[in-house]
């Protein structure tokens, strides 16, 4: 198994590094709790090559990735781009890599080797400035408010262990004993509010006697038009895309033209409230997995009920990070919740028939519906006890695709299954345990899976299994009896089940003076299978300790990981593959001008195979500095000033099969002009690569600027910006041109439009008739109601 991911590993490494598709990506140094964190990935070649990308990333500490697809620029802005929104209470720090699945079918990653094992890593800033401890919710200060009744909702997360007394001001009074707190947020409900601008802040005293406020948020509310029955607001937001490529003869691809709309309606009227969700899209196809998107959610006290799609989050082992088109429902009372989902993860995909070259006719095989039911309970409170117990079922729905696209010859019996349906059952129990103010958690969590890989068949009697397995079993219930909770038949792996088909893990977290510690243990057997749950490693246990210090009034932040990641967990194979991580990351900033950061990090991969042509030792290096200036004498046009250095090296140490080796430096300056309406952007990034054993080597050149204007008291925001690429080294000698031009106005102010021509030149000296030229277009309508 090792090895498959070895070689595999190796193959992605070099079509990265050498083929058609470039990426690039610079990790912010440090995000603070509480805000959401923005990840981008640059495309320096082979954009139009890649049909999506999906980022995966979790909790430093954490075992188990979440994933989320990444929104796709275009030709002549050829970026991805996520919004983590749930990433406000990580204080631990952020990891995350890069899964990029091209139009070919075939998956790269980035990081490039061991991605799981050595992700991109973040830290986490806990601050106590009073523009940074508290995140506003709501509403949206960028739009005013139509009607006279709102509700504000306040984020406390970042010093909610800290705080000891709050006050919440309303227009200048002190409104506290009208609040509603909620675990880490407060909620103020405003009723008959004059159509003026409205202020709102928070003071608050903490444990160590200190006094901390937050930002003074405004807020207008104007007279609607018309009156509705309920509190609604919404938002429309309309995009079209259009590209068109000089090259001749090229092939073009659904999405070379594409519109998507997006519409969202929330509501409430006393105690009813609504939410609700509309995405359409016109690279829908009945091809392909759903694209479009819909749900609406719907809460009265104590219960809610959601239709369409939604992501529950159950448990690590159980369901996680995967969407369910169906009905979902919560009671939920102080120390009880019961939560159901039922529905569809996956829809039918009809396999195609086609006669090849020789006459023959060929087939593909399709994807059968799968449904997937799932309950959760839960007993006590999350700030001290909690106890909970999930059931989560997933099977293929057999009668979803007819025979002759999963079965090679349905008139044969003995015919291959070019697709097997499956069946999969899960049980899990978690608990947690807060103590001192949550400053010290315990946590544990338990799951056991049973696991059909072929459901054709049905299930057998219990006659059948004792002829199978040569047995003499005396079942006390007939097998076919619980066909349908879990189809029991030759086909479970393993049959019969043991401490293989576990999962579990254990943690305790602790936060005290100013420190952050966190130590977790996880073990996954070799025959666990959860469907329903994305990136949980099969046969592999997790030793994990982290510490994040918060040092010198905050003014320096010290994280120090290491992981111990072993597989063959029940001695079960003749080898034992370890994989030791060591990473220590710095983030200094000795005033509000300038910031230092570096980290470190080394990991290493071993097996202990007695048979040493066979063994496996893979090194891999990371070593990041960085700082920034704000330039604040410059007072015509402050400017903040970047640079930042990075180092990486992939090794096998004993077949040296590969020696990668990547110098990345970028360095950027941000003006802001004081008298003039414009901001202006300039990066320049350059990328070393060599391949040692190869004696291969590449180079990235890239030029970056852009300039954003501000006119009509911020209604009209055009720009431009443009970015020269060269590639040189042992590869082509090639280089590329982007100029984007575009605007965004505001026509009234809840009203805006906004537009974007781009321009791609591509030049190749060394290929005869590959040079092109691109122009894209793209256009967005947004409106707020």
Same mark, same amino acid.
């Given at each position: 198994?090792?090895?498959?991911?070895?070689?595999?590993?190796?193959?992605?490494?070099?079509?990265?590094?050498?083929?058609?598709?470039?990426?690039?990506?610079?990790?912010?140094?440090?995000?603070?709790?509480?805000?959401?964190?923005?990840?981008?990935?640059?495309?320096?070649?082979?954009?139009?090559?890649?049909?999506?990308?999906?980022?995966?990333?979790?909790?430093?500490?954490?075992?188990?990735?979440?994933?989320?697809?990444?929104?796709?620029?275009?030709?002549?802005?050829?970026?991805?781009?996520?919004?983590?929104?749930?990433?406000?209470?990580?204080?631990?720090?952020?990891?995350?890599?890069?899964?990029?699945?091209?139009?070919?079918?075939?998956?790269?990653?980035?990081?490039?080797?061991?991605?799981?094992?050595?992700?991109?890593?973040?830290?986490?800033?806990?601050?106590?400035?009073?523009?940074?401890?508290?995140?506003?919710?709501?509403?949206?200060?960028?739009?005013?408010?139509?009607?006279?009744?709102?509700?504000?909702?306040?984020?406390?997360?970042?010093?909610?262990?800290?705080?000891?007394?709050?006050?919440?001001?309303?227009?200048?009074?002190?409104?506290?004993?009208?609040?509603?707190?909620?675990?880490?947020?407060?909620?103020?409900?405003?009723?008959?509010?004059?159509?003026?601008?409205?202020?709102?802040?928070?003071?608050?005293?903490?444990?160590?006697?200190?006094?901390?406020?937050?930002?003074?948020?405004?807020?207008?509310?104007?007279?609607?038009?018309?009156?509705?029955?309920?509190?609604?607001?919404?938002?429309?937001?309309?995009?079209?895309?259009?590209?068109?490529?000089?090259?001749?003869?090229?092939?073009?691809?659904?999405?070379?033209?594409?519109?998507?709309?997006? $519409? *969202?309606?929330?509501?409430?009227? =006393?105690?009813?409230?609504?939410?609700?969700?509309?995405? +359409?899209? !016109? #690279?829908? @196809?009945?091809?392909?997995?759903?694209?479009?998107?819909?749900?609406?959610?719907?809460?009265?006290?104590?219960?809610?009920?959601?239709?369409?799609?939604?992501?529950?989050?159950?448990?690590?082992?159980?369901?996680?990070?995967?969407?369910?088109?169906?009905?979902?429902?919560?009671?939920?009372?102080?120390?009880?919740? $019961? *939560?159901?989902?039922?529905?569809? =993860?996956?829809?039918?995909?009809?396999?195609?028939?086609? +006669?090849? !070259? #020789?006459? @023959?006719?060929?087939?593909?095989?399709?994807?059968?519906?799968?449904?997937?039911?799932?309950?959760?309970?839960?007993?006590?409170?999350?700030?001290?006890?909690?106890?909970?117990?999930?059931?989560?079922?997933?099977?293929?729905?057999?009668?979803?695709?007819?025979?002759?696209?999963?079965?090679?010859?349905?008139?044969?019996?003995?015919?291959?299954?070019?697709?097997?349906?499956?069946?999969?059952?899960?049980?899990?129990?978690?608990?947690? #345990?807060?103590?001192?103010?949550?400053?010290?958690?315990?946590?544990?969590?338990?799951?056991?899976?049973?696991?059909?890989?072929?459901?054709?068949?049905?299930?057998?009697?219990?006659?059948?299994?004792?002829?199978?397995?040569?047995?003499?079993?005396?079942?006390?219930?007939?097998?076919?009896?619980?066909?349908?909770?879990?189809?029991?038949?030759?086909?479970?792996?393993?049959?019969?089940?043991?401490?293989?088909?576990?999962?579990?893990?254990?943690?305790?977290?602790?936060?005290?003076?100013?420190?952050?510690?966190?130590?977790?243990?996880?073990?996954?057997?070799?025959?666990?299978?959860?469907?329903?749950?994305?990136?949980?490693?099969?046969?592999?246990?997790?030793?994990?300790?982290?510490?994040?210090?918060?040092?010198?009034?905050?003014?320096?932040?010290?994280?120090?990981?290491?992981?111990?990641?072993?597989?063959?967990?029940?001695?079960?194979?003749?080898?034992?593959?370890?994989?030791?991580?060591?990473?220590?990351?710095?983030?200094?900033?000795?005033?509000?001008?300038?910031?230092?950061?570096?980290?470190?990090?080394?990991?290493?991969?071993?097996?202990?195979?007695?048979?040493?042509?066979?063994?496996?030792?893979?090194?891999?290096?990371?070593?990041?500095?960085?700082?920034?200036?704000?330039?604040?004498?410059?007072?015509?046009?402050?400017?903040?000033?970047?640079?930042?250095?990075?180092?990486?090296?992939?090794?096998?140490?004993?077949?040296?099969?590969?020696?990668?080796?990547?110098?990345?430096?970028?360095?950027?300056?941000?003006?802001?002009?004081?008298?003039?309406?414009?901001?202006?952007?300039?990066?320049?990034?350059?990328?070393?690569?060599?391949?040692?054993?190869?004696?291969?080597?590449?180079?990235?050149?890239?030029?970056?600027?852009?300039?954003?204007?501000?006119?009509?008291?911020?209604?009209?925001?055009?720009?431009?910006?443009?970015?020269?690429?060269?590639?040189?080294?042992?590869?082509?000698?090639?280089?590329?041109?982007?100029?984007?031009?575009?605007?965004?106005?505001?026509?009234?102010?809840?009203?805006?439009?906004?537009?974007?021509?781009?321009?791609?030149?591509?030049?190749?000296?060394?290929?005869?008739?590959?040079?092109?030229?691109?122009?894209?277009?793209?256009?967005?309508?947004?409106?707020?109601?």
């Amino acid at each position: 198994m090792k090895k498959n991911v070895l070689v595999i590993s190796i193959l992605i490494f070099t079509a990265m590094l050498y083929g058609a598709i470039n990426l690039t990506h610079t990790p912010i140094p440090k995000f603070k709790v509480g805000e959401t964190v923005s990840i981008k990935l640059f495309v320096s070649d082979g954009f139009d090559e890649i049909k999506e990308v999906n980022l995966y990333y979790r909790e430093t500490g954490e075992q188990t990735y979440k994933f989320l697809k990444m929104d796709k620029g275009s030709s002549s802005n050829p970026e991805f781009e996520l919004l983590l929104t749930d990433t406000h209470e990580y204080k631990a720090g952020l990891e995350y890599y890069f899964q990029i699945i091209k139009k070919s079918g075939m998956e790269e990653t980035l990081r490039k080797i061991q991605p799981e094992i050595n992700p991109y890593s973040v830290q986490a800033e806990i601050s106590e400035s009073t523009s940074d401890i508290f995140a506003l919710l709501s509403p949206d200060p960028n739009f005013p408010i139509t009607g006279e009744n709102f509700v504000i909702a306040i984020s406390t997360f970042a010093l909610d262990q800290q705080i000891d007394e709050l006050q919440f001001y309303f227009n200048g009074k002190d409104v506290t004993s009208r609040i509603e707190k909620y675990s880490n947020m407060l909620v103020y409900k405003v009723s008959n509010a004059k159509h003026a601008m409205h202020n709102f802040y928070i003071k608050a005293r903490l444990n160590n006697g200190a006094m901390v406020e937050s930002v003074h948020w405004n807020t207008k509310v104007t007279k609607k038009l018309f009156e509705l029955p309920m509190n609604m607001e919404g938002r429309a937001i309309f995009t079209s895309d259009v590209m068109s490529k000089s090259a001749e003869n090229d092939d073009y691809d659904d999405d070379d033209k594409k519109a998507d709309l997006l $519409l *969202l309606l929330n509501g409430d009227k =006393n105690w009813f409230r609504f939410k609700s969700k509309l995405f +359409l899209s !016109s #690279l829908e @196809t009945h091809k392909e997995q759903s694209v479009n998107r819909y749900s609406i959610k719907m809460n009265v006290p104590y219960f809610g009920l959601s239709l369409g799609d939604y992501s529950p989050n159950y448990g690590a082992y159980t369901l996680r990070s995967t969407n369910i088109r169906g009905v979902h429902t919560k009671l939920d009372f102080k120390n009880f919740r $019961l *939560l159901v989902s039922s529905g569809t =993860n996956k829809r039918k995909i009809n396999g195609e028939s086609y +006669l090849d !070259s #020789l006459g @023959t006719t060929q087939i593909d095989a399709g994807t059968f519906k799968r449904n997937t039911l799932s309950t959760r309970m839960e007993v006590g409170n999350k700030r001290g006890f909690i106890w909970g117990f999930s059931f989560v079922k997933n099977r293929d729905k057999l009668d979803s695709l007819d025979e002759i696209y999963y079965l090679a010859d349905p008139d044969s019996e003995d015919t291959d299954v070019m697709v097997k349906p499956v069946d999969n059952l899960v049980v899990g129990t978690d608990a947690n #345990l807060a103590l001192f103010k949550q400053k010290v958690k315990f946590g544990a969590e338990v799951a056991m899976s049973y696991y059909n890989t072929n459901i054709i068949d049905g299930p057998m009697s219990a006659d059948s299994i004792n002829a199978e397995f040569d047995t003499d079993l005396d079942l006390p219930i007939d097998p076919a009896d619980l066909e349908d909770i879990f189809i029991i038949n030759k086909n479970i792996e393993p049959f019969k089940p043991g401490v293989a088909n576990l999962a579990y893990k254990t943690y305790i977290r602790a936060y005290f003076l100013k420190n952050l510690l966190n130590i977790s243990y996880s073990a996954v057997g070799s025959s666990f299978n959860s469907i329903a749950t994305s990136s949980v490693q099969k046969d592999q246990q997790t030793i994990s300790i982290n510490d994040n210090l918060q040092l010198l009034d905050n003014k320096l932040s010290l994280t120090v990981l290491m992981n111990i990641i072993s597989d063959n967990v029940y001695d079960t194979k003749e080898m034992t593959t370890t994989t030791a991580k060591y990473m220590t990351q710095m983030f200094y900033r000795p005033n509000s001008r300038a910031f230092f950061n570096l980290s470190y990090s080394n990991s290493g991969t071993k097996d202990d195979a007695s048979d040493e042509t066979n063994s496996t030792e893979i090194k891999n290096y990371n070593f990041v500095l960085g700082g920034g200036y704000n330039l604040e004498a410059i007072r015509s046009a402050p400017t903040k000033l970047s640079l930042n250095f990075s180092n990486s090296a992939n090794v096998d140490e004993k077949n040296n099969s590969f020696d990668y080796t990547t110098n990345y430096l970028i360095m950027s300056a941000k003006s802001d002009f004081t008298y003039l309406p414009l901001r202006t952007t300039m990066s320049y990034s350059l990328s070393l690569n060599e391949n040692q054993v190869d004696e291969y080597s590449s180079n990235y050149h890239s030029l970056f600027m852009k300039g954003e204007f501000n006119f009509l008291e911020d209604k009209l925001r055009p720009y431009l910006d443009f970015r020269y690429t060269s590639y040189g080294g042992d590869i082509d000698k090639q280089s590329k041109q982007l100029l984007n031009l575009g605007s965004k106005y505001n026509i009234f102010s809840q009203t805006s439009i906004s537009t974007n021509v781009g321009i791609v030149a591509y030049q190749n000296n060394d290929v005869e008739d590959s040079d092109y030229s691109q122009l894209n277009w793209e256009l967005r309508i947004s409106q707020r109601f």
